[in-house]
């Protein structure tokens, strides 16, 4: 398997979450890590927004979408989690032509129990946090490369207007408040440009998928206001294999994490996958068997690396395969056996179906008709107790020798296209192989 189809086959599943315009500007005030938390609960979730208030993640695929290696650093978490509960999501929303302000808690319910993190929006938060019709589109894999909280907030902040190409004038009061600049050396200028605006700048511009140019706007000598320019960046092309993948797709499969517990090293266990995914999976299965039988010296690392660098044959040896073909082709006649055994019994079902309903359809004129000759075939003796009244047999007996020759008479031919519908019908698998 060459790289690049690796990757494709290894490409994670969508990693975009809508977020809504207007709850971007709510969370300013949280670090960099419950930032991202939101992000990655927010897509965790987005698909059942609607249908479900109760949303669980487990921790290990929690902290792998934050790009956070302290997976077992559970009272860590917890803060975050208790500071999205304790973070107030304001709405200024327009509706009817009217400005109507709301405020909720970011995450009505939060719990971490047995490695799985659960947690619960309020309804209404929901409803608008799933709104189809202004988000903005946060890309998980890029956010898992920010390192400062200022750069995700503004990058979020922007990506929104990238279809405009700018952001508009924020007076500085209000930029401050959408970025989380709340710290009193902000009032001084010098410092809310150099660590709240050209750094965070030069930060999105590196890693992500646009580039802002910021431009100022004065009042005399004071700076009042700023916005930003938006444009594609140049590198995206040389981004994209990065931001989509950044070998995440590698690194939560399940060969990966095999080659892991037996000691291989990320970067050689990423290069094995990538260069031969399927010659990978062959080389542990091999050495994962031998060591059950306790056929392993020394580390089953250091076999694996051996195996698998070497061009040794690994998986079943030519007896096995042969003898695997054959067990195969026992269970396949195995199968048909049973199939041609379903059939025949489906049709035996079907055919007394059909007689069943033939012998109540007769009417009583019918049924003589039929008795008599009965009785022209099988002799009086076999009708002793006939009643041409009831035409029926007050002997149990003779009553059923009578039905079973009647059975014979009345039992309808074989029809495939009745059988297939009685089969649909009766939710059976009508592509039952058919005589």
């Not at 019709?133 to 207007?161: D, H, K, P």
């Not at 508009?168 to 970025?179: D, P, Q, S």
């Not at 074989?414 to 939710?427: D, P």
Request: aromatic share 8%.
């Amino acid at each position: 398997m060459t790289p690049k189809k690796a990757l494709k086959t290894l490409k994670p599943p969508n990693e975009q979450v809508k977020k809504h315009v207007a709850a971007i500007h709510t969370s300013g005030v949280l670090s960099l890590l419950e930032r991202k938390m939101v992000n990655v609960l927010l897509l965790n979730a987005y698909d059942a927004l609607l249908t479900r208030r109760t949303h669980t993640l487990p921790i290990k695929h929690l902290c792998a979408m934050l790009g956070w290696d302290e997976s077992n650093n559970i009272e860590r978490l917890q803060d975050v989690l208790r500071k999205l509960a304790s973070t107030a999501v304001e709405f200024n929303m327009m509706e009817d032509g009217k400005e109507v302000w709301r405020v909720m808690s970011m995450l009505s319910y939060g719990e971490i129990k047995d490695g799985i993190c659960t947690y619960r929006y309020d309804e209404y938060l929901a409803e608008r946090l799933y709104d189809p019709e202004i988000y903005a589109t946060i890309n998980i894999g890029i956010q898992r490369r920010f390192e400062g909280s200022y750069a995700l907030t503004l990058y979020e902040n922007c990506l929104r207007y990238k279809v405009v190409g700018s952001t508009g004038w924020w007076e500085l009061n209000r930029f401050k408040k959408i970025v989380g600049a709340s710290a009193a050396v902000y009032d001084e200028f010098k410092y809310l440009k150099r660590d709240v605006i050209i750094k965070p700048v030069e930060e999105i511009n590196r890693i992500s998928d646009i580039q802002l140019v910021p431009e100022f706007q004065k009042q005399g000598r004071k700076v009042i206001a700023v916005r930003f320019f938006i444009t594609e960046n140049p590198q995206q092309t040389l981004l994209k294999p990065v931001i989509q993948d950044d070998h995440e797709a590698i690194r939560e499969s399940e060969i990966f994490k095999r080659l892991l517990e037996h000691g291989i090293g990320e970067r050689l266990a990423i290069l094995w996958i990538l260069q031969d995914e399927e010659r990978a999976r062959r080389v542990v299965e091999y050495v994962e068997a031998k060591a059950k039988k306790k056929q392993v010296k020394g580390s089953t690392a250091g076999y694996i690396r051996t195996l698998y660098e070497s061009d040794a044959v690994v998986g079943k040896t030519p007896f096995e395969e042969k003898k695997a073909q054959e067990n195969q082709g026992k269970i396949a006649e195995e199968q048909r056996k049973a199939s041609e055994a379903r059939r025949s019994a489906l049709e035996a079902e079907f055919l007394r179906e059909r007689t069943n309903e033939a012998v109540n359809a007769l009417s009583l004129d019918g049924k003589r008709a039929w008795v008599r000759d009965y009785i022209d075939e099988v002799g009086n003796e076999k009708a002793k107790t006939y009643n041409a009244e009831t035409a029926d047999f007050r002997d149990t007996l003779e009553r059923i020798q009578f039905l079973g020759w009647l059975r014979k008479r009345l039992a309808p031919k074989m029809k495939h296209s009745e059988f297939k519908a009685w089969l649909k019908a009766k939710g059976c698998d009508v592509k039952i192989k058919l005589k």
